[in-house]
């Protein structure tokens, strides 16, 4: 952002310094079941998010960029968590999943002849933790990544990226990550478990 020093109007030269409008429509769905299996608890979290529409504008006079099922703007995305408990123990596996996105129309390329990639395929991620907790302390442990999935790439020149991958909060930049928490409660109310 810079100021005339004749007028002291102010230019704005940064597309994320200010958006005039900014519009998202969507739906969000939760299901979540619960019952008894065995001798534990199974309880099943499915989360998803469908847009109709994502769209902006950088200035009040411009039009709208519609942005919906393009890079950095999936059109869907869905998490789907099972936890099954039994005792002390607690057993989680999870997969997420963002929609494919494609830009060539947005950006007024045609995909046959075009030398660049500007669309992405699914993706999807897996983890897993297992937890064991008594009234004094509780032991986690896990892996984010099962299965090592490499976020998709794109070419160089219109969007931020990390490496060649389109810089998008969904994706995976680290690979698969082994992990363990420890938490202990020292005497008082402290009690650790959930």
Known sequence: ???NPATAALTVSNAYTNIATQLAEGVDYTIRYQRDVGPGSLRTNFLATHYMEQSNKLFEEDE????????????NSAT???????????????VDWIDSMDSYAFLEEDPATSIFDFAVDDYTKQWV???????????????????????PTISQGYYNRVGNAPLYSGYDYFGREAWVQFVMSFGGEG???N
């Open 80 to 94: 789907l968590d099972l936890t099954y408990s039994l005792r002390n123990w607690q057993f989680r596996w999870g």
């Open 129 to 151: 933790s297992v937890r064991y907790t008594t009234d004094t302390w509780q032991l986690t442990g896990g892996v984010r990544n099962i299965t090592d999935e490499e976020p």
């Open 191 to 193: 009690n650790v478990r």
């Open 1 to 3: 952002m810079t100021r």
């Open 64 to 75: 709208f960029d519609r942005l919906n099922g393009t890079i950095e703007y999936p059109e």
